[in-house]
């Protein structure tokens, strides 16, 4: 009679061992997201601070407009 119920009987569950391939598939993934979130955010820094100096430089050869009004109140 047994027999007939056995599919009634619990299982041995699974031990931990089990889930730590997942589980470091799970961390490896996050930590290469993260990676790559930190280099495209390094990349476009670099790309805006190579922005700024250009634009920084094309202002040093521009004329000081308000410079010309502050020559006479010193």
Do not use: C
């Not at 599919?7 to 931990?16: D, E, M, N, V």
């Not at 470091?24 to 820094?45: C, G, K, M, P």
Request: net charge negative; proline share 4%.
């Amino acid at each position: 009679m047994l027999q007939n119920f056995h599919y009634l009987i619990p299982q041995q569950l699974p031990t931990a061992d089990i889930f730590a391939p997942y589980q470091l598939a799970s961390e490896f993934r996050r930590e290469r997201e993260y990676r790559q979130q930190v280099q495209d955010y390094s990349q476009w820094y670099y790309e805006v601070a190579q922005q700024h100096q250009a634009e920084l430089e094309a202002m040093r050869g521009d004329i000081n407009i308000f410079g010309w009004f502050l020559r006479g109140k010193r």
